[in-house]
């Protein structure tokens, strides 16, 4: 018994993979970086408490968000999976909670206001929502033919997806159905399955439309359609294409950036920090940071084809497409090819629930991987 | 995994992933390498500014060198629409902190709208609106000039509030404090007159400013628009330099690229001395108190320059409350004032001139030789003038008055004006049956030859042109014809006359100083920042009178006459030969129910006036004094000459006020 206990542990340290969590660390840190470059000089030192520097806070959240990269990555996902349909009525309920008491900022009720702290459950909500959808439509292959585990993982996604799009926040909203819609293609199911799907989609879509606000709907337009762009949007998307666009080859060095460091871009430290740093480090460092992110999802794809069964694949998936979606619309929209969501970048924007949140799926994808089957991961 | 139908949709997941990766590579290509040139350029627009430097203002001094008007820095607040918080809530907190810095409501409150219903019902519609508090609502949207035009929130604003809204300006995103020199005049009352005050450009003016390239205005520049100020704007205000700033997004300057100094305004030195012209000021305001007169006006000029010594006007406003901005209850309140404390009555005031009036007529006479010094009339307190249409039935005909209604007896030229006797000028003005007079034409050339009919061309703002009656005037203005009765008035300086206290000081000047028509001017020199002199002191010449110098000189001696012996004896003082001319000039006011306004006797009021010049021999200054509805001359306006040139030569003054005193020595 010890002995094989003994041997248990030393395999799955053996299959963790180091390469992610180094490729996290080095996201964090370069986020951490960018922060106290588009905040630092913004605002004036003198009368600023240490937890008023965003840098302090996004240094605390990060060492909490690795607290829980690493111990979720222990227990078995199996035995989290197990709990999960638990944690999925808490986090329905605390969404609940925040649409009656939620704060409102930015036009969005989508804050949860614990004493100085604010949380945004959503983000919470997301890594969940994929756990159990992950073990819902983690069944056997064959059993595709059947409607079922689609019909019911539907119907535990549209909650969440329907109380956060309610908030309104329309950017997650999306971003949690696309990464069902990508979990549940690559789950196997089938083709005829989804066009019911696309069809419901296309049923739904223009009722949705219609439901949003009109600075939502605005910033779409605004868009697909330059000259009816809200003044404020369009301030910064031009102010962020100067950003990028003056920074050239090698960028104009950290904390030089004329754009960020005079405050002619806005919310650098949040949806726009990807300017900032192509402004700062040019075309090489944007680069550099777009191969590094695309690597981080590169690999938590092979974490998922390597998994030992199709819940833990399901798992790695979803998050993989979540990490995608978000940081595919971030940097589009940092480079006007998508319209302004007010999406953060992952693991590189500042704010705490996001990255406490990222960092606690990245350690289930870890989990994932320390609890794979190691042959097949020679054939990728 | 073994299941190859699922492993093909986890290679297309990648292929995704990796086509994801190409387009956002291939845009930051395009961004950042293609078109890199043009966002450099777009960005270094962003932050940097050419932005004019504006030339410190020239200052003002007095003709002893004392220091009149200096420039202190004085704060605006501005708020920039487009830099406001975007979130509803903070952008409503900014504008609430702001509000209570300043003192300023943000919205409009209940209260207020009952107070402005309640008020409509008035008969002045300024006067409602000035009841309202401006709210910052108000301000930003009747100012509004585009998102990321910045608003003048508040002028003026104290030191120490402009100093913590800067301070917590990061907190207050799209306030500013902006530092702008303006004037305070250290004399205030004083010399406000003379001086003037700046206010902003008015908007239809701006083009005519702006065509003055070399002087580089701006918008919202402050300019000189009364007095001083305004006449020599264009040598105050210096040459604005330039400089390469770099800003950020609020317009705040973060770094000095390079400069080009701005050359200071020039320095103006009056001919005005202030010790002058405050003891001036408060003999007029002594006598003024004694004649219970609410307008009065004295000038001294130097006859042999033209130089303007001393200019009252009262009552008279404060200009340091133009600087920056007046508000709009304290100019309401001044221009409202029935006494016109805003006007300068020395330079705009027009009035009969009265008997003060009738050395012109003497000398057009002796000098077109109507009269010799010889020639009498004889004066039995009343004339007649035939009807124009019955001119034999005496009945119809009118009568005129000397105010001395006993009457002169025989009187010469200069027992004439010694006594002010209206019947010679009457005569001599007008003519009779058997006594060729003047007429109106050549009375009318005698007037303007004394400079009467138009501006002297002082440098100060707002001169009144005066009135110098013609017949055609008269059908124009009247639908009448010209009747010998309107000559007789325009002789003793009634009926159409109208003049300037300036004028008819300037034209006793010519007189004292034997026939030249000076050009009044109140500049001594122009100088540049180091103290060289650019524009020194030039006597400028209207015209030389077409008078023989004898002729003045018989005029002057009936001058001094009249103040030896005659009706201005009030005027004596001590030591010094004093010439001059009294005058008690009608003018009607009508009361309540339309009638004329008389006194016990059947008397029109009278503005009192004195002219003088002294001393009698080799003149050092000519004076006028005027006292709205302040009564007669000599017993009014001649006591107030006498005590401005007892101040002027030295002696000690007399108390005015004192109904006890003997003003007589």
Redesign the interface.
């Known amino acids: 018994m010890s002995t094989t206990r003994t041997y248990h542990k030393v395999s799955i340290w053996r299959r963790y993979d180091f390469v992610l969590l180094i490729l996290v660390v080095i996201l964090v840190g370069l986020g951490i970086v960018m922060i106290y470059s588009a905040y630092e000089y913004?605002?004036?030192k003198e009368g600023r408490t240490w937890w008023d520097n965003l840098v302090n806070r996004q240094i605390i959240f990060a060492i909490i968000g690795f607290i829980l990269f690493f111990g979720v990555s222990i227990i078995d996902y199996r035995h989290i999976l197990s709990l999960s349909y638990i944690l999925y009525i808490g986090v329905i309920l605390i969404l609940l909670v925040t649409s009656v008491l939620g704060h409102?900022?930015?036009?969005a009720q989508s804050w949860l206001r614990i004493q100085n702290l604010t949380l945004q459950p959503s983000e919470l909500a997301k890594v969940l929502v994929i756990l159990v959808t992950a073990n819902v439509l983690g069944v056997e292959?064959d059993k595709f033919e059947k409607l079922t585990p689609l019909l019911l993982s539907a119907i535990l996604v549209l909650p969440p997806v329907a109380l956060i799009y309610l908030q309104p926040d329309f950017g997650t909203a999306m971003i949690l159905f696309a990464s069902w819609i990508?979990m549940v293609?690559?789950?196997?199911v089938r083709w005829r399955h989804l066009a019911i799907i696309a069809g419901i989609a296309g049923v739904g879509a223009p009722i949705l439309w219609f439901r949003l606000n009109p600075y939502q709907r605005k910033r779409v337009t605004s868009f697909l359609y330059p000259s009816q762009a809200d003044?404020?949007d369009s301030?910064n998307i031009r102010?962020a294409?100067?950003?990028?666009?003056?920074?050239?080859?090698w960028g104009k060095g950290l904390l030089k950036g004329?754009?960020s460091q005079?405050?002619?871009l806005r919310v650098r430290h949040t949806d726009f920090i990807f300017s900032v740093w192509?402004e700062e480090m040019?075309?090489i460092g944007?680069?550099v940071l777009?191969?590094l992110l695309?690597l981080l999802?590169?690999r938590i794809?092979r974490v998922?084809?390597t998994?030992r069964d199709a819940k833990g694949?399901l798992i790695a998936?979803g998050i993989?497409?979540m990490i995608?979606i978000q940081t595919?619309i971030n940097?589009?929209m940092n480079?006007n090819?998508l319209p302004v969501t007010g999406l953060p970048l992952p693991l590189i924007s500042y704010g705490g629930s996001s990255l406490v949140a990222t960092l606690l799926a990245l350690g289930l994808v870890e989990n994932v991987a320390m609890h794979s089957k190691p042959l097949?991961a020679d054939l990728f | 995994?073994t299941?190859w139908?699922?492993?093909g949709?986890?290679v297309l997941?990648?292929i995704i992933?990796?086509a994801?990766?190409v387009?956002?590579?291939a845009?930051?290509?395009d961004?950042?390498?293609v078109?890199?040139q043009?966002?450099?350029t777009?960005?270094?627009a962003?932050?940097f500014r050419l932005v004019q430097i504006d030339a410190p203002r020239g200052v003002i001094y007095d003709s002893a060198g004392r220091l009149l008007v200096r420039n202190v820095p004085s704060f605006s607040v501005m708020v920039t629409p487009?830099a406001l918080p975007?979130?509803t809530?903070q952008r409503e907190q900014v504008l609430q902190k702001l509000g209570d810095y300043l003192g300023i409501p943000v919205h409009e409150t209940a209260l207020d709208s009952i107070i402005y219903s309640s008020s409509s019902e008035g008969a002045e519609p300024l006067a409602i609106n000035s009841q309202r508090t401006k709210t910052i609502d108000d301000i930003m949207n009747t100012q509004y000039n585009g998102?990321w035009t910045a608003v003048r929130i508040a002028s003026n604003v104290p030191r120490d509030i402009a100093f913590i809204i800067e301070e917590t300006q990061?907190q207050m995103p799209g306030v500013s404090v902006v530092a702008e020199p303006i004037r305070e005049y250290l004399e205030g009352e004083l010399m406000s007159h003379i001086l003037g005050y700046e206010g902003r450009i008015p908007a239809d003016e701006l083009e005519a400013y702006q065509a003055q390239t070399e002087l580089k205005y701006q918008p919202d520049d402050l300019v000189g628009l009364t007095g001083i100020e305004a006449t020599q704007e264009s040598v105050l205000r210096g040459t604005a330099g330039q400089k390469h700033i770099?800003?950020?997004?609020?317009e705040h300057e973060?770094a000095v690229l390079a400069e080009d100094e701005p050359v200071p305004g020039a320095n103006v030195r009056l001919t005005i001395d202030v010790e002058l012209q405050r003891a001036v000021e408060d003999i007029l305001r002594d006598g003024m108190k004694r004649a219970n007169s609410d307008v009065g006006v004295a000038v001294l000029l130097d006859p042999n320059t033209g130089k303007l010594l001393s200019s009252v006007s009262l009552p008279s406003f404060d200009n340091n409350k133009f600087s920056g901005g007046i508000s709009y209850d304290e100019y309401y309140q001044l221009s409202s004032d029935p006494n016109h404390p805003m006007i300068d009555h020395a330079i705009s005031g027009q009035y009969p001139p009265g008997s003060t009036f009738k050395v012109i007529p003497a000398a057009a006479a002796l000098q077109e030789g109507i009269i010799t010094l010889g020639t009498t009339v004889n004066c039995q307190g009343t004339i007649k003038v035939p009807n124009k249409y019955f001119p034999d039935d005496p009945t119809l005909a009118q009568t005129f008055y000397c105010w001395q209604t006993w009457g002169h007896g025989n009187v010469n030229v200069t027992e004439a004006l010694q006594g002010s006797c209206d019947i010679f000028f009457y005569t001599v003005g007008g003519g009779t049956n058997d006594f060729e007079g003047l007429g109106i034409d050549r009375l009318d050339e005698y007037m303007k030859m004394f400079g009467f009919g138009s501006p002297t061309g002082i440098e100060l703002t707002g001169e009144s042109k005066g009135l110098v009656p013609t017949p055609k005037w008269k059908v124009q203005n009247y639908g009448e014809s010209w009747a010998l009765g309107d000559t007789y008035n325009a002789s003793i300086g009634q009926g159409f006359d109208l003049v300037t206290p300036l004028q008819l000081v300037n034209a006793t000047a010519a007189i004292a100083n034997g026939g030249t028509l000076y050009q009044p001017q109140v500049v001594e020199e122009i100088t540049d920042a180091d103290g060289h002199v650019i524009q020194a002191f030039q006597p400028k010449v209207i015209r030389e009178l077409a008078i023989d110098k004898d002729i003045l000189a018989y005029v002057r001696a009936a001058m001094r006459d009249t103040v030896a012996n005659g009706t201005a004896r009030y005027a004596q003082i001590p030591g010094i030969e004093v010439a001059g001319k009294t005058g008690s000039a009608e003018y009607a006011v009508w009361d309540a129910n339309g009638d004329l306004v008389r006194d016990e006797f059947g008397h029109l009021p009278t503005h009192a006036w004195f002219i003088a010049f002294a001393p009698y021999e080799n003149p050092e200054v000519a004076v006028v004094v005027f006292l709205e509805g302040g009564g007669t001359g000599a017993e009014m306006a001649a006591p107030v000459v006498a005590n401005i040139l007892r101040y002027y030569f030295g002696l000690p003054t007399v108390d005015l006020s004192d109904p006890t005193r003997q003003i007589i020595d």
Not at chain 1, 185 to 188: I, K, M, N, T
Not at chain 1, 241 to 249: E, H, K, Q, V
Not at chain 2, 246 to 250: I, L, Q, S
Request: net charge negative.
């Open positions: 913004s605002i004036p409102t900022s930015f036009g292959d990508v293609f690559l789950a196997g003044a404020g301030y102010q294409l100067i950003s990028i666009g003056s920074g050239g080859w004329t754009q005079l405050y002619f192509a040019g075309f944007a680069i777009i191969g695309a999802i590169w794809i998922a084809m998994a694949r998936i993989a497409a995608f595919f940097i589009g480079l090819l097949e | 995994m299941n139908y699922i492993r949709r986890y997941f990648r992933v990796i994801a990766v387009l956002v590579s845009k930051l290509w961004l950042q390498i078109s890199s043009s966002y450099q777009e960005a270094n962003n932050r487009g975007e979130d809530e998102e990061t770099e800003v950020d997004a609020y973060v």
